[in-house]
């Protein structure tokens, strides 16, 4: 339940991690450990 919900609010915010990680009031890397993912580096 809790993974369906981060995935929408990253979804929502059109894949924007840090703007969904706001939305739910948790962090960035919170996000990244419950959705299993690497954060990328852009550059």
Same mark, same amino acid.
Not at 2 to 18: F, W
Not at 21 to 41: D, E, Q, W
């Given at each position: 339940?809790?993974?369906?919900?981060? =995935?929408? @609010? #990253?979804?929502?915010? =059109?894949?924007? #991690?840090?703007? @969904? @990680?706001?939305? /739910?009031?948790?962090? =960035?890397?919170?996000?990244?450990?419950? /959705?299993? /993912?690497?954060?990328? #580096?852009?550059?």
């Amino acid at each position: 339940m809790e993974i369906a919900l981060i =995935r929408k @609010a #990253v979804s929502d915010a =059109r894949g924007n #991690v840090m703007e @969904a @990680a706001r939305a /739910l009031g948790i962090s =960035r890397a919170t996000v990244y450990r419950k /959705l299993a /993912l690497k954060p990328t #580096v852009k550059g």
